[in-house]
C-alpha cells in the first residue's frame, strides 16, 4: 500500500515536472553542424530545452504544410524566403516590434516571419582558368558565346528560384524567359545545389557558377590554394540580389512564448555574431562585427538591387517559368 | 510428382488461417496507406495545371531516362553478378568465402558516398589528380549514374544469384556434359534459363530501386523522372502534382511487377528431384585463374576500393573533431531502430510469403504486390501519408518510434521475400504434409518441421532490411522522434554543406558495422541453400 | 462393392479437377477395404491414382465424393484428425531431426523404449541417433514407415513405396514390409504403377484409367480374368485375339477354344502367354504355326508364333528349345478370357 501511493506521488511528481519543464521544438533547415553550438547556447541562456528536427528546408516546409494544424513544431527555422512565404498561412502574426528590431532592408512587412540573415548572390569562377577581364559584368554576359558551356547553375536550387522570382518581378517575365532560354542555348550546365557548382569547377567541369555568397568560404578556410575565386556582377545587377535566411512561429503552436523566445535570442547580438562568423552571412542588426572576409554590408547593398524581400515569396510563376523553359 | 506441382496443389485447403491472414492484412494495408494518400492527394489536382506540370513532353523525357538509368544498371550489374556468382560457387577458385563476402559488402556503402567516390576519382581532390597527376574526364550523366547505382545494388543480384546456383541441381548440367554439350552451350540452355527467375527477382528489386532513387542520380547530374517528384515536392512544396508524379511512378511499379510474372511464368527455383544436391567437381579454371583474380580485384577495387578511398581521403583533408561520443550514440541508436525493424519485417514477410505459396490466389497475390508497391513508393510520399495518417488516427504514435519502424517495415518488406521465398520452394511439402498425416495440426507442423530450416534465410534476408534500413533517409528525415539521428542522417547532412571531413567517420562507421552483417548474410543464406536440399 | 462387416474405407463418388472446365483428374471413384487389408491402386502415369490418395489422406480437397473410414465420414475433416498415416515417395523425413525424433515426432506414446520398438520392428536397432541423410535409400524408407506406425494409424497410404529402391532391394523389401503390415494388422492403400509390385504386394488390386477404375478384385482375379483389353495388357503381356463366340466357346485362329463365361458374337478374347504350350510337329502332324521370334530370359523362354497371320507370344520352361522358323503346335491349357470394351 506504502509502496503503490509513493509509486503514485512518484509519477504525480514526475508528470508534474516534466509538464513544467520548458520546451521549444524547432524544424531547423538549417544543417545541424553549424546550428548545434548556438542551440547549447540558447538552451544555457533560457532554461528551455530546444528539441530540433533538422532536415532540409524544402523537405521540412513540405512536413509542416501536411502536418497542418496538428504540427507539434513551434518554429520553422527556414534556408530561403521562398520557403517562408510559401508557409505563410501556416505562420502565426509576429509583434512588429520583432521586425523592428531588423535592419530596413531585411524587414517582413506582413510580419509573418522575420529574417535571422542575409546573403548574397555571387558569381564563382575557376581562378586557374578564368582572367580578370574574362569576368562577366552582368548576368546578361553569360549568354555570350565566350561562355559557352563554362557556366553552371541549380535551376532546383531555393537561392536560385529566389533569384528568379526577383529577376522576374523587376524586369517581366518575357525578359527572364529569354535570359533563361538563351543560357540554355549557352548550353549552361545543370548541378544538384552551391556546393556541387564550386566542386564543379575546382574539378574543372565548369570556369563559372551563380550561388550563394557563404559557400566558397568553407573550402578556402581549409585549403588556401582551393582554385575558385568569388566576385559580384556590375553594381545594380540582379545578379548580386540579397537574400534572407529566417524563421518564423508556427499557427498550430500551443506553446508561442518560447518560439518567440528562441527568435529573439536568433536576433540577438550574441546569436547574429555567431552566424556572421560561423556562417559567412550577414547580420540583420547593427552593432555586429563582419566576417573579415565578406564585403561590408553597406558595399553590398550598394551594388544590390533594390527588390524587397517581401515580393520573393511568390514562387509559383516562378517555377512555372522554369517548367515552361524545360529546366524542372 | 515433382515437389512443386505438390506444392500448388498442396494449398487447396479451404480458407488460409488467421495466422497467416492477419499478418497479411497488416502489410496490405500498411502498403496501402500511401497509395491511398497519393490518391486522395491527387484528387485535389486542377485539370489545366495537370496538363502543364504532370502530362507533358519533359515528364516522357524524364521517364525514358529513367528506363535508361535502369537498363544500364542491370546490365552492368548483371555483369558483375553473374560472373563472380559463378567463380564462386561452380570453379576452384580459391578464397570463395573471403570472395563472396567482398562481393556483399558494397551494398553497405550508401548511394550518395558511391557517388562521390566516383566523381572523387577525377575531381580537383580526386585521387587520379593528387595521386598521379593526371585529370581524367568526370563521369557524369547517364553512365556515371548507372555506374555508382550498380555499384552498390549488384551485391544484391549477387546473393540472389550465388543462392540460385547453390540450390540447381548439379546433375543436370552433368547430364547434359554427357551428351556432348560444351560449357557454353550448357550455360546458355541449361544454366541461365534455370537462373532466370532468380535473376529477374532480383531485376525487380534492383530496378525498382534505381526508378525510386534520387541522391546518387542527382549527384551524377542526370535528370530521371525521381526528379521530377522532387522537384515538385522541394521546388514548389506541392504534394497534389507531385502525388500524380508518384502514382504514375506505382503504376509503372504494377508493370513491372506484370512483366516479371510474364517472363518468369511456368518457371521455378527449386530442384524437383529427390535426390540430394551432390557437391558437383568444381570446374578447373587453368589459366583462366588470373583472369578471374583480375575480374575480382577490379570490382572490388571499384565497389569498396574508391568510396573507402574518397572516406580517407575526406578524413586526411579536414581532421574531424573529436564528436566520438556522438557517433557512439548515433550508431548504437542507428542499430537500436533498425535491429528490430528487420526482425518485425521478417515476422510480417513469413506469413506473406507462405500466403502466396500455400493459399494461392488474388488475395495473397494482391498482399504480395501492395509490399512491391510500398517498396517502389517514393519514400517522401510514403513518409508524408505516414505524416497524414498518423496525426488524424493515432497522433499519440506521429514522430514515435513505433511508427518509424512501421514505415521501415512496410516499405522493405519485400525485400525479405526472396530469401524466404526460394527456402520455401526447395523445402517443399512434403515433410508438413507427413506431419499432419502423424497427427498434427498445419501451424504445429510448419511451426517445427519448416520453421527451423527457415531460420538461415529468416536471418539473411532480416540482415538485408537491416542494411537498407541503415541507409534509409527520407523516411527518417520526416518520422523520426526529436533528437534522434541516424548515422546516413548525419553523414547526408555533413556531405550536403561540403563537410566531408566530418561526414567520413559517419559513412566509414556504416561501411565497417555493415560489413559484419554482410558476413552474417552469408554464413546464413549459402548454408540455407543446403539446408534446404534435402 | 462387397457387403462385410469389415469395412474400414469406404471411397464413396470422389471427384476432382484441377480446372474448373477441364477434364475430371478422378472421376466418381469409389471402392471398400477391409481391415487390415492391402489395396493397390495401379494405372499408368497420370490416371489420378496419387490424387486419389491425397483425397484419402486429406491434402486435396475433392470437388465431390465422400471418403468414409469406418463409416464415418471424413472428407471435410483436416488431414491432421482423420487418423491416416501416409508414407511418401520421397519418404519426407524431417531432414533436421534424427530418426529417433523423426519417429517421435507423431508417436501416441512418448519414450525411449517406443522408438526402439518401432526401430526394431523395422530391422534398424540403434539408429535412433542417425540423421537421415546419414542413412541409404531402404533404411529411410523404414524409419518413414516406423515413424508412421508409430502415429498408430488403421489405415496407411504408400505413394509409390518401392520407387525409389533399386532393383535388387526391391522384392525383398516387398516381402519384408508385406510381413511387417500384416503383423501389425495395418490396412493399406497403396499406389503404384508397377504390375509386378501390385500382384506381388497386394491383397486385392484397383486398375486404373483415366480417373476411374476399371476392375477391383482379388489379385489372382484381376490377373486371371482381366475385363477389358487395357487391364489385361497392363497387368502383364497377353495375347488378344479376335473370334466368334458362341455358349462356352469361341473359334479363333487357334481353334475353338472354351470360354471362362459364355458369349456370343463377336468378341476379343485375352490369352495369356503362359496359358499356350508350344510343341514341334510330329511326323505327318500338321502344324498350326511357324516360329518368328525367340527370346531367351533364363528360366523359361518366349516363342513369336504365326499361327494363320495372327502373332501370338507363347511362354514355355527351358526344357523345349526350339529354333526360329521350326513349323510347331501350338495348343492352349485353359480358358480364354473374354474382353468387355475398353473405355476410351
Request: glycine residues 8%.
Amino acid at each position: 500500500m506504502k509502496k503503490t501511493l509513493l509509486a503514485g506521488l512518484g509519477l504525480v511528481l514526475g508528470l508534474t515536472s516534466f509538464a513544467a519543464a520548458e520546451t521549444v521544438t524547432i524544424y531547423s533547415g538549417r544543417g545541424e553542424t553549424l546550428i548545434a553550438p548556438l542551440i547549447k547556447q540558447f538552451e544555457a541562456e533560457t532554461g528551455v530545452t530546444a528539441e530540433v528536427r533538422y532536415g532540409g528546408t524544402s523537405e521540412l516546409a513540405t512536413l509542416l504544410l501536411e502536418e497542418g494544424a496538428k504540427s507539434p513544431a513551434d518554429v520553422f527555422w527556414a534556408q530561403d524566403a521562398g520557403a517562408l512565404g510559401a508557409l505563410s498561412s501556416a505562420f502565426a502574426d509576429l509583434p512588429a516590434e520583432v521586425n523592428e528590431t531588423v535592419l530596413d532592408a531585411f524587414r517582413n512587412d506582413a510580419n509573418k516571419w522575420v529574417a535571422t540573415s542575409g546573403r548574397t548572390r555571387v558569381l564563382v569562377y575557376s581562378t586557374e582558368r578564368v582572367k580578370d577581364d574574362d569576368l562577366p559584368k552582368n548576368i546578361a554576359d553569360l549568354t555570350n558565346e565566350k561562355y559557352k558551356g563554362r557556366v553552371a547553375w541549380a535551376p532546383t536550387n531555393g537561392g536560385f528560384q529566389a533569384f528568379v522570382t526577383a529577376f522576374r518581378l523587376t524586369k517581366g517575365d518575357e525578359t527572364v524567359k529569354a535570359w533563361l532560354k538563351a543560357m540554355i542555348a549557352n548550353e549552361a550546365k545543370v548541378y544538384r545545389n552551391n556546393g556541387t557548382q564550386i566542386d564543379a569547377i575546382a574539378n574543372g567541369e565548369v570556369d563559372f557558377g551563380l550561388i550563394n555568397n557563404y559557400y566558397l568560404g568553407r573550402y578556402t578556410a581549409r585549403d588556401a590554394e582551393f582554385p575558385v575565386g568569388q566576385t559580384t556582377f556590375a553594381a545594380g545587377d540582379i545578379g548580386n540580389l540579397v537574400l534572407v535566411a529566417g524563421a518564423g512561429i508556427v499557427e498550430a503552436s500551443d506553446n508561442k512564448e518560447n518560439a518567440r523566445k528562441f527568435i529573439d535570442f536568433l536576433l540577438s547580438p550574441a546569436a547574429q555574431q555567431f552566424i556572421t562568423l560561423q556562417g559567412y552571412e550577414y547580420p540583420v542588426r547593427t552593432g555586429i562585427i563582419p566576417h573579415a572576409t565578406l564585403e561590408p554590408l553597406e558595399a553590398v547593398n550598394e551594388i544590390s538591387p533594390k527588390v524587397d524581400t517581401n515580393t520573393l515569396g511568390d514562387l509559383e510563376a516562378t517555377l512555372n517559368l522554369l517548367r515552361e523553359v524545360g529546366l524542372l | 510428382m515433382t515437389v512443386l506441382a505438390t506444392f500448388t496443389r498442396a494449398g487447396r485447403t479451404p480458407s488460409p488461417p488467421l495466422l497467416l491472414v492477419v499478418p497479411a492484412l497488416v502489410v496490405g494495408i500498411g502498403t496501402l496507406l500511401p497509395v491511398f494518400y497519393l490518391l486522395m492527394r491527387a484528387l485535389d489536382a486542377d485539370a489545366s495545371q495537370l496538363g502543364e506540370i504532370v502530362f507533358r513532353q519533359r515528364n516522357l523525357f524524364l521517364l525514358l531516362n529513367t528506363l535508361k538509368l535502369v537498363a544500364v544498371v542491370l546490365t552492368l550489374g548483371t555483369l558483375f553478378a553473374l560472373p563472380a556468382a559463378w567463380l564462386v560457387t561452380r570453379t576452384d577458385i580459391r578464397f570463395k568465402g573471403l570472395l563472396s563476402f567482398l562481393m556483399a559488402l558494397p551494398l553497405a556503402v550508401p548511394g550518395y558516398v558511391m557517388a562521390y567516390a566516383l566523381l572523387g576519382l577525377s575531381g580537383y581532390y580526386g585521387f587520379a589528380r593528387q595521386w598521379a597527376g593526371i585529370s581524367l574526364p568526370p563521369l557524369h550523366g547517364l553512365w556515371g549514374a548507372g555506374l555508382a547505382l550498380s555499384l552498390y545494388t549488384f551485391p544484391y543480384l549477387f546473393l540472389n544469384l550465388r543462392a540460385a546456383f547453390l540450390g540447381m541441381d548439379p546433375a543436370l548440367e552433368e547430364s547434359a556434359q554427357s551428351l556432348g554439350k560444351s560449357r557454353l552451350v550448357i550455360f546458355r540452355h541449361i544454366v541461365l534459363p534455370q537462373l532466370w527467375p532468380a535473376m529477374v527477382a532480383s531485376w525487380l528489386i534492383v530496378g525498382l530501386y534505381v526508378i525510386g532513387d534520387f541522391g546518387a542520380i542527382a549527384l551524377m547530374r542526370y535528370e530521371v523522372f525521381s526528379y521530377a517528384i522532387f522537384t515538385q515536392y522541394s521546388g514548389a512544396f506541392d504534394r497534389t502534382y507531385a502525388a500524380w508524379l508518384s502514382l504514375m511512378l506505382l503504376a509503372l511499379t504494377v508493370v513491372a511487377l506484370s512483366a516479371q510474372r510474364a517472363v518468369t511464368r511456368n518457371r521455378r527455383f527449386a530442384r524437383t528431384g529427390t535426390g540430394s544436391a551432390r557437391i558437383t567437381r568444381p570446374i578447373g579454371l587453368g589459366r583462366w585463374h588470373l583472369a578471374a583474380w583480375a575480374f575480382f580485384a577490379l570490382v572490388v577495387l571499384c565497389s569498396l576500393g574508391l568510396p573507402l578511398m574518397v572516406l580517407g581521403h575526406w578524413m586526411r583533408l579536414g581532421v574531424p573533431e573529436a564528436e566520438w561520443a556522438h557517433l557512439g550514440r548515433t550508431a548504437l541508436g542507428t542499430f537500436l531502430t533498425a535491429g528490430p525493424a528487420a526482425v518485425l519485417t521478417m515476422v510480417l514477410a513469413v506469413p506473406v510469403v507462405v500466403l502466396t505459396l500455400r493459399h494461392p490466389g488474388p488475395f495473397a497475390s494482391l498482399i504480395e504486390r501492395l509490399a512491391f508497391v510500398g517498396y517502389a513508393t517514393p519514400a517522401l510520399a510514403f513518409a508524408l501519408a505516414m505524416v497524414f495518417f498518423a496525426l488524424r488516427n493515432a497522433p499519440f504514435l506521429y514522430q514515435s518510434y513505433a511508427l518509424l519502424m512501421f514505415a521501415y517495415v512496410m516499405s522493405f518488406v519485400a525485400l525479405a521475400f526472396g530469401p524466404i521465398r526460394l527456402a520455401l520452394l526447395q523445402i517443399g511439402t512434403r515433410q508438413e504434409e507427413a506431419a499432419r498425416a502423424l497427427g498434427v495440426s498445419p501451424t504445429t507442423a510448419f511451426m517445427r518441421v519448416v520453421l527451423p530450416r527457415l531460420r538461415r534465410p529468416m536471418v539473411a534476408g532480416s540482415l538485408l532490411v537491416f542494411i537498407m534500413v541503415v541507409k534509409e533517409l527520407p523516411i527518417t528525415y520526416l518520422l523520426a522522434p526529436m533528437g534522434y539521428s541516424t548515422l546516413a542522417m548525419n553523414v547526408f547532412s555533413r556531405t550536403n554543406e561540403g563537410m566531408m571531413g566530418d561526414a567520413a567517420p559517419f559513412a566509414l562507421s556504416i561501411i565497417l558495422f555493415s560489413s559484419l552483417f554482410v558476413g552474417l548474410i552469408l554464413k546464413y543464406e549459402g548454408s540455407a541453400a543446403r539446408a534446404a536440399g534435402k | 462393392m462387397r457387403m462385410t462387416d469389415n469395412i474400414l474405407l469406404s471411397v464413396r463418388s470422389l471427384t476432382r479437377r484441377f480446372t474448373s472446365s477441364g477434364p475430371a483428374v478422378v472421376d466418381d471413384l469409389s471402392f471398400d477395404l477391409d481391415a487390415g487389408e492391402i489395396l493397390a491402386l495401379i494405372g499408368p502415369s497420370g490416371c489420378g491414382k496419387t490424387t486419389t490418395l491425397r483425397m484419402i489422406a486429406g491434402f486435396e480437397t475433392p470437388d465431390a465424393g465422400r471418403v468414409l473410414l469406418s463409416g464415418r465420414d471424413l472428407t471435410s475433416m483436416p488431414a491432421e484428425q482423420r487418423g491416416i498415416g501416409m508414407v511418401f515417395q520421397d519418404y519426407a523425413l524431417f531432414p533436421h531431426m534424427t530418426v529417433g525424433e523423426n519417429i517421435r515426432f507423431g508417436a501416441r506414446r512418448k519414450g525411449r523404449e517406443m522408438v526402439a520398438r518401432y526401430l526394431g520392428m523395422v530391422g534398424l536397432d540403434g539408429f535412433d541417433q542417425r540423421y537421415p541423410d546419414q542413412l541409404s535409400g531402404g533404411q529411410q524408407q523404414r524409419v518413414a514407415l516406423a515413424r508412421s506406425f508409430a502415429a498408430e494409424p488403421r489405415l496407411i497410404l504408400l505413394d509409390e513405396p518401392f520407387s525409389n529402391l533399386d532393383a535388387a532391394l526391391r522384392s525383398a523389401a516387398r516381402r519384408e514390409i508385406r510381413r511387417l503390415l500384416k503383423s501389425a494388422g495395418i490396412a493399406i492403400v497403396f499406389v503404384t504403377h508397377d504390375q509386378e509390385e501390385a500382384l506381388s504386394f497386394a491383397d486385392r488390386i484397383a486398375v486404373m484409367r483415366d480417373g476411374r477404375i476399371l476392375q477391383n478384385g482379388a489379385a489372382h482375379e484381376v490377373y486371371d480374368r482381366p475385363a477389358d483389353a487395357f487391364v489385361a495388357t497392363f497387368l502383364g503381356r497377353t495375347n488378344l485375339l479376335e473370334g466368334t463366340a458362341e455358349g462356352g466357346f469361341v473359334r479363333t485362329s487357334l481353334g475353338l477354344l472354351p470360354l471362362t463365361r459364355p458369349a456370343s458374337g463377336r468378341v476379343s478374347i485375352s490369352l495369356r502367354p503362359e496359358r499356350l504350350g508350344i510343341r514341334a510337329v510330329e511326323a505327318d502332324e500338321q502344324p498350326n504355326g511357324r516360329i518368328v521370334a525367340v527370346e531367351f530370359k533364363g528360366h523359361d523362354m518366349t516363342y513369336w508364333v504365326d499361327c494363320n497371320g495372327v502373332e501370338v507370344q507363347v511362354d514355355a520352361m527351358q526344357s523345349i528349345r526350339l529354333a526360329e522358323g521350326t513349323p510347331v503346335c501350338v495348343a492352349v491349357d485353359g480358358e480364354a478370357v473374354p474382353l468387355g470394351d475398353s473405355k476410351q
